[in-house]
Nanobody, 127 residues
Framework: VQLQACGGGLVQAGGSVRISCAAS????????MGWFRQAPGEERDFVAA??????????VHADSVKGRFTISRDDAENTVYLQMNSLKPEDTAVYYC???????????????????WGQGTLVTVSS
């Protein structure tokens, strides 16, 4: 599976942007999909995850983005999205998408079970 993240850029605080992650090589409809972010000098932190259609498209978002960010997926397009609203300077990071073959559970918020990663897309929020 190859994952290509795109849509990042420079955004003013309070603004919005939608980033996407397109998969190729195989369908990802059977995978849990997740977004993580990594700021310079920091670890890769969980942002959001979404389950498969068979599991009801359950979602979970980190407390730091809850109410501002929304993860979604379009299995027909083999793509996962992250809509980011009310952006803050502290949201500045490289955003990575990943596939999780273990399925839905409390482990989706850690990087451990993600087996494929995209190259990341940089989102910079100016104050």
């Amino acid at each position: 599976v190859q994952l290509q993240a795109c849509g990042g850029g420079l955004v003013q605080a309070g603004g919005s942007v939608r980033i996407s992650c397109a998969a190729s090589g195989r369908a990802v409809s059977s995978y849990v999909m997740g977004w993580f972010r990594q700021a310079p000098g920091e670890e890769r932190d969980f942002v959001a995850a979404i389950s498969t259609s068979a599991s009801g498209f359950n979602t979970v978002h980190a407390d730091s983005v809850k109410g501002r960010f929304t993860i979604s997926r379009d299995d027909a397009e083999n793509t996962v999205y992250l809509q980011m609203n009310s952006l803050k300077p502290e949201d500045t990071a490289v955003y990575y998408c990943g596939t999780n073959a273990r399925g839905w559970g409390p482990w989706v918020i850690t990087t451990t079970n993600y087996n494929y990663w995209g190259q990341g897309t940089l989102v910079t929020v100016s104050s």
